[in-house]
């Protein structure tokens, strides 16, 4: 239950106050960089496999006892999510041999759009919300990612090809 607890937690982030789904985001921001550093975007893609089914499992474990379905002290989650909102930075950076921190605006972009996204949990996100169990858990924080990294994908496509910055 301790590995449980660590895993669900991010090493305890899940315990800071106020707001700790922000700060498990936070947290993911610096570990998607040394992801995306060692492996570049297949190394992020393959964490964000294992981190979601660790996450899984973990919250699996945690919220067993609980009436809770998703304590805000799990934060696996927003990882998960955040990572997943980051992918088309790295991705970017990658493709054309950038820094991933030359693309600093996408990374407040994806920061910012998934935090709302998994605020005000719009649409497929409120549904896989409203499961209650471990996999809704999980779910509505990759979809909430998804969401912003298709918005961070549109919104780069404006800046560099629209407004051609």
Do not use: Y
Not at 20 to 43: F, K, N, Y
Not at 63 to 89: C, N
Not at 128 to 151: E, N
């Amino acid at each position: 239950m301790k590995i449980a607890r660590f895993v669900a937690t991010v090493g305890g982030v899940g315990h800071l106050r106020p707001a700790p789904g922000t700060w498990g985001s936070l947290v993911a921001l610096p570990m998607a960089a040394v992801l995306h550093l060692i492996g570049g975007p297949w190394l992020l893609m393959i964490a964000i496999i294992a981190a979601f089914f660790e996450g899984l499992w973990a919250t699996t474990q945690v919220t067993r006892w609980e009436d809770d379905h998703d304590p805000s002290h799990v934060v696996i989650d927003e990882v998960v999510g955040q990572w997943i909102a980051l992918l088309p930075l790295s991705f970017g950076a990658w493709h054309v041999g950038a820094s991933i921190f030359a693309l600093w605006p996408g990374w407040i972009a994806a920061f910012i759009l998934f935090r709302l996204f998994d605020i005000f949990k719009p649409g497929p996100v409120g549904w896989a919300d409203r499961q209650h169990t471990p996999f809704g858990v999980m779910l509505d924080d990759v979809i909430a990612g998804v969401l912003a990294a298709l918005s961070v994908m549109v919104l780069a496509a404006l800046a560099h090809g629209v407004l051609g910055a």
